[in-house]
């Protein structure tokens, strides 16, 4: 017996709502009928092998890790212009902010905004230094660098030594500023001064975006607009000296 394709398409899919348009009608099975022409030596396989849903899959993301913080490891500097989003929660305000980002391994590291005007980031190799004038010019902070100072400079704190630092999943797919990206969420194995975190890794493997959810609910994301790989880094860009009058805080 043969049936033509036509033919078996109407025998074996029955809709499962009449009413509803024959080009966005959806199909059930009928499995008896299935039985019935298979026992009759009707070949309905090829009917059956239907295309999969959702079949392409996300890399490991602990391969896109590696791939990402060995691309980080073969780099002497690096600068990226960025836009920061700082949303405090508990005090109710969103913070923004552009300016350039610059680091030379190992250990320098540099943030300095345009917009806030002035306010910046610096780790010089001995000390980091913190000075916000847009909401206190009076005061400069400077600390000593340790795994708590590290998380500023976003690169080594989601780059360096990812699978024994924490637990990756991948979340799929998404564009950054024009890239191709995989977004992987993070989570810790160790305390550390954040809850999770959210990285998306561009198709060249750079780091594009971070997004650090801290514990109590702020949430601090950094785009990184424009990355430039080993390029060459001004004069003074990692040295900071506070302006004449103001007062330096240590911690």
């Known amino acids: 017996m043969w049936l033509s394709g036509t033919d078996l398409q109407r025998i074996v899919y029955q809709p499962l709502d009449p009413s509803i348009p024959h080009s966005a009608t959806r199909f059930v099975i009928n499995c008896r009928l299935v039985r019935a022409l298979a026992g009759s030596g009707i070949l309905v396989?090829?009917?059956l092998a239907r295309p999969a849903l959702g079949s392409a899959q996300s890399p490991d993301p602990y391969v896109v890790l590696d791939e990402a913080s060995e691309r980080f490891e073969d780099m002497r500097t690096l600068c990226a212009d960025f836009r920061q989003v700082l949303d405090v929660?508990?005090?109710g305000e969103r913070r923004e902010g552009t300016?350039?980002?610059?680091q030379r391994r190992?250990?320098?590291?540099?943030m300095r905004f345009d917009d806030p005007e002035g306010d910046l980031v610096v780790v010089d190799g001995e000390s980091a230094w913190m000075y916000t004038?847009?909401?206190d010019p009076d005061q400069v902070l400077r600390t000593s660098i340790s795994a708590a100072t590290r998380r500023l400079d976003i690169h080594s704190e989601f780059l360096e030594a990812p699978r024994a630092r924490y637990v990756a999943e991948s979340q799929g797919t998404?564009?950054?500023a024009g890239v191709p990206t995989e977004r992987i969420l993070l989570r810790p194995r160790e305390a550390v001064t954040y809850r999770e975190a959210v990285v998306w890794i561009g198709s060249d493997r750079l780091l594009r975006q971070v997004e650090i959810r801290e514990e109590n609910g702020s949430i601090r994301t950094v785009?990184?607009?424009e990355s430039e790989p080993d390029v060459?880094?001004?004069?003074?860009?990692?040295?900071?000296?506070p302006p004449p009058g103001v007062r330096v805080v240590n911690r």
């Not at 300016?99 to 610059?102: D, E, M, V």
């Not at 060459?232 to 000296?241: D, H, I, N, S």
């Open 45 to 47: 396989a090829g009917l």
């Open 89 to 91: 929660r508990l005090l």
């Open 99 to 102: 300016g350039r980002l610059c």
């Open 106 to 110: 190992p250990g320098l590291f540099s």
């Open 133 to 135: 004038p847009s909401r």
């Open 174 to 176: 998404d564009t950054v």
């Open 223 to 225: 785009t990184l607009l």
């Open 232 to 241: 060459a880094v001004p004069e003074g860009t990692f040295t900071f000296t």
